[in-house]
Antibody
Framework: EVQLLESGGGLVQPGGSLRLSCAAS????????MCWVRQAPGKGPEWVSS????????YYADSVKGRFTISRDNSKNTLFLQMNSLRAEDTAVYYC???????????WGQGTLVTVSS | QTVVTQEPSLTVSPGGTVTLTCASS?????????PNWFQQKPGQIPRALIY???NKHSWTPARFSGSLLGGKAALTLSGVQPEDEAEYYC?????????FGGGTKVTVL
């Protein structure tokens, strides 16, 4: 059974940084692309970033490009999202999700809440 | 920045059929944009329904189908059930970046 467990969320001041982690289990992590999707309260989901199975290629939404960095440690079955220069509009629940082939975000974790506020 | 547009809301009677569409600000949505559809019910995480235009996941009910219609991606619900009341989001690929639509709230009434 695919399990994805996010951690690292919390309250941070504008301009601050956070690093999210996603521990994966139940599948061969190194074989699958992964992504981060966020959802602000009362809003629809927003794709944030994706990374290929090997980690060699990464992709970002325009809204986070240059501020967020996605990475992975295949030896530890863990996905990361380093978030810098955080803004109030980054406030959301952040989900890590597993891609399957050409299908993105097929399996989702339970999410971790990031609140950017002074 | 690419904008993906969906109908804000649609209402359908139980047993009826409804079609949701997904349009792109850059032009026609084609299979090369790998359109996906997700369902989200209140308090739940989005659930993947359709990928690559028309392919269903193993858990996707047969009454859901995806297609391309008039330059848009489309999701058709046939024989709608009360439990299909939910928000539906399309997700489209633009050169490595995915973009969600704003969502369509489907009410079964």
């Amino acid at each position: 059974e695919v399990q994805l467990l996010e951690s690292g969320g919390g309250l941070v001041q504008p301009g601050g940084s956070l690093r999210l982690s996603c521990a994966a289990s139940g599948f061969t992590f190194s074989n699958y692309a992964m992504c981060w999707v966020r959802q602000a309260p009362g809003k629809g989901p927003e794709w944030v970033s994706s990374i290929t199975a090997s980690g060699s290629d990464t992709y970002y939404a325009d809204s986070v490009k240059g501020r967020f960095t996605i990475s992975r440690d295949n030896s530890k079955n863990t996905l990361f999202l380093q978030m810098n220069s955080l803004r109030a509009e980054d406030t959301a629940v952040y989900y890590c999700a597993k891609d399957v082939g050409s299908s993105p975000a097929v399996y989702w974790g339970q999410g971790t809440l990031v609140t950017v506020s002074s | 920045q690419t904008v993906v547009t969906q109908e804000p809301s649609l209402t359908v009677s139980p047993g009826g059929t409804v079609t949701l569409t997904c349009a792109s600000s850059t032009g026609a949505v084609t299979s090369g944009y790998y359109p996906n559809w997700f369902q989200q019910k209140p308090g739940q995480i989005p659930r993947a329904l359709i990928y690559s235009t028309s392919n269903k996941h193993s858990w996707t009910p047969a009454r859901f189908s995806g297609s391309l219609l008039g330059g848009k991606a489309a999701l058709t619900l046939s024989g709608v059930q009360p439990e299909d009341e939910a928000e539906y989001y399309c997700l489209v690929l633009y050169g490595g970046a995915w973009v969600f639509g704003g969502g369509t709230k489907v009410t079964v009434l």
